[in-house]
């Protein structure tokens, strides 16, 4: 909750990455601390998500950061006209991030919240509060992208300075949305290879 409210009054692109990043981490905790074999596989499933995502958002920062050296959210707006594989690309990457089904970040974030439900050592108060850290990041997710690439275009820069994804960016950026997309269908990839060490850690807890 602190990370997610602390994203949602940032002003800077990576300032809101790095403290929705330290709101994802606590789904890890919350999974763990369930000592349930939902919440165990919830947790490191979350790390590996997190691997994909966390680098796809700060690639989609440094796109913007790159041509004009400014990440102030304030001084993009309407970036959907000049740049749409940009918008459509950094909209996978919200989305993801912010738990949509079909991707990797959904899988983690709702087996942790179901393994702490479950859990005899979570009360259920914090599964409450811990559902409404997903309502904050859905806020400043989709708040930043209305803000950044909707609306009229308007920008401190021009719009020459602001071309569409070049060919490096995108061969950094697709594969790993497609990563998210497959992990996120397919979870079971790896569940399969999680479960046998969970099970086997969870024989120390009865």
């Not at 997710?141 to 275009?153: D, E, H």
């Amino acid at each position: 909750m602190y990370g997610a409210f602390n994203a949602l009054s940032q002003k800077d692109m990576k300032r809101l990455i790095a403290y929705s990043s330290v709101s994802h981490m606590g789904f890890v905790l919350l999974g763990l601390a369930a000592l349930t074999p939902e919440g165990a596989n919830a947790a490191i499933y979350q790390l590996f998500s997190h691997g994909i995502l966390s680098p796809m958002l700060f690639l989609v920062v440094g796109v913007v950061y790159a041509r004009t050296h400014d990440r102030n959210i304030d001084h993009y707006q309407g970036l959907a006209l000049s740049m749409p594989a940009y918008t459509g690309l950094t909209a996978i990457a919200f989305f993801a991030s912010l738990g949509l089904p079909g991707f990797s970040g959904f899988v983690g974030e709702f087996f942790s919240l179901l393994g702490a439900f479950n859990s005899i050592y979570i009360p259920v108060w914090m599964v409450v509060v811990a559902g409404f850290g997903l309502i904050l990041g859905a806020g400043y997710f989709l708040w930043t992208f209305q803000r950044v690439f909707l609306g009229k275009r308007w920008s401190l820069y021009e719009e020459s300075l602001l071309p569409d994804l070049n060919f490096r960016e995108k061969i950094m950026l697709v594969p790993l949305a497609l990563l998210s997309l497959f992990f996120g269908i397919l979870p079971g990839t790896v569940f399969s290879i999680t479960e046998g060490y969970v099970m086997e850690f969870m024989k120390h807890f009865g």
